[in-house]
Nanobody
Framework: QVQLVESGGGLVQAGGSLRLSCAAS????????MGWFRQAPGKEREFVAH????????YYADSVKGRFTISRDNAKNTVYLQMNSLKPEDTAVYYC?????WGGGYDLIGNYPYWGQGTQVTVSS
């Protein structure tokens, strides 16, 4: 089992940048694939980015491709989401999540059994 705590959210102007962090507990962090999801007010939670257990493969939603970068440091039990060129439509609560490497469906919420509490990102126009 793994526990996740996000940080790094805040208020930023359009065009600005933020880096989110997700710290994980436990010695088995390096065996989990990690994802970032977000949920805007009145909308369903949606996939943002995914990284394999060893960082070898990354995947992004089309809406953030080229602007966001997911990375991880297994020695620090942490996964990051670097967000550049932020837009007002990126405003949401951002969640990190963990799943075992097997099972596919990196963009499916139901495949992630472990979730953090979320961190708010607000982008002003």
């Amino acid at each position: 089992q793994v526990q996740l705590v996000e940080s790094g959210g805040g208020l930023v102007q359009a065009g600005g940048s933020l880096r989110l962090s997700c710290a994980a507990s436990g010695r088995t962090f390096g065996t989990y694939a990690m994802g970032w999801f977000r949920q805007a007010p009145g909308k369903e939670r949606e996939f943002v980015a995914h990284i394999d257990w060893n960082g070898g493969n990354t995947y992004y939603a089309d809406s953030v491709k080229g602007r966001f970068t997911i990375s991880r440091d297994n020695a620090k039990n942490t996964v990051y989401l670097q967000m550049n060129s932020l837009k007002p439509e990126d405003t949401a609560v951002y969640y990190c999540a963990a799943k075992r490497p097997w099972g596919g469906g990196y963009d499916l919420i139901g495949n992630y059994p472990y979730w953090g509490q979320g961190t708010q990102v607000t982008v002003s126009s």
